[in-house]
T-cell receptor
Framework: KAGVTQTPRYLIKTRGQQVTLSCSPISGHRSVSWYQQTPGQGLQFLFEYFSETQRNKGNFPGRFSGRQFSNSRSEMNVSTLELGDSALYLCASSLIGVADTGELFFGEGSRLTVL | AQSVTQPDIHITVSEGASLELRCNYSYGATPYLFWYVQSPGQGLQLLLK??????LVQGIKGFEAEFKRSQSSFNLRKPSVHWSDAAEYFCAVGAGIQGAQKLVFGQGTRLTINP
């Protein structure tokens, strides 16, 4: 069974640009969550989608957005990039949600560098 | 608000020695508690979880953790570490409405193994 796949793995952008990251969950998983990981702030929850609906959202500005498609694949977008957006963005999937199954399956992440 | 504290940023132990990583949480209700491990350049992998029941939970790779409600702790232990255990370890609490939960992570403990 294939794991969670994130693309691209690495990317470099400049301030003011926008970026789209993609996540393909494990087959059959309907919940997709996104986390930002930085040395200073650690792992922070961005948002969670289930059946194309955003169920939960973290404390990030509106420049961070996401969506989920009917096949459960998810994308997140960051507009007007700032230096502080440099981070490892992790996608995680689960069957229904972390409370129901107790486990999130994480991808290897997309490492974004903003210059 | 829910929070997780991992008091030790970095721990070094010798191969074969025992290990205990500390985790304290703040959460109003019965928590869902997790330990994840992250190897360099990788995503997170679940080691073990506590939802309810027996307060001593067994996980993968020989790890165990004990939930102590009176101390709001969920410490991770291993009787004898291996060089391959060198990684970063994250404690997390499931927070939010059931079915739409997110994970709140601690800052992580980096484990170094001396040969």
């Amino acid at each position: 069974k294939a794991g969670v796949t994130q693309t691209p793995r690495y990317l470099i952008k400049t301030r003011g640009q926008q970026v789209t990251l993609s996540c393909s969950p494990i087959s059959g998983h309907r919940s997709v969550s996104w986390y930002q990981q930085t040395p200073g702030q650690g792992l922070q929850f961005l948002f969670e989608y289930f059946s194309e609906t955003q169920r939960n959202k973290g404390n990030f500005p509106g420049r961070f957005s996401g969506r989920q498609f009917s096949n459960s694949r998810s994308e997140m977008n960051v507009s007007t990039l700032e230096l502080g957006d440099s981070a490892l963005y992790l996608c995680a999937s689960s069957l229904i949600g972390v409370a129901d199954t107790g486990e999130l399956f994480f991808g290897e992440g997309s490492r974004l560098t903003v210059l | 608000a829910q929070s997780v504290t991992q008091p030790d940023i970095h721990i070094t132990v010798s191969e074969g020695a025992s290990l205990e990583l500390r985790c304290n949480y703040s959460y109003g209700a019965t928590p869902y508690l997790f330990w994840y491990v992250q190897s360099p350049g990788q995503g997170l992998q679940l080691l073990l979880k506590y939802f309810s029941g027996d307060t001593l939970v067994q996980g993968i790779k020989g790890f165990e953790a004990e939930f102590k409600r009176s101390q709001s702790s969920f410490n991770l232990r291993k009787p004898s570490v291996h060089w391959s255990d060198a990684a970063e370890y994250f404690c997390a609490v499931g927070a939010g409405i059931q079915g739409a939960q997110k994970l709140v992570f601690g800052q992580g403990t980096r484990l170094t193994i001396n040969p």
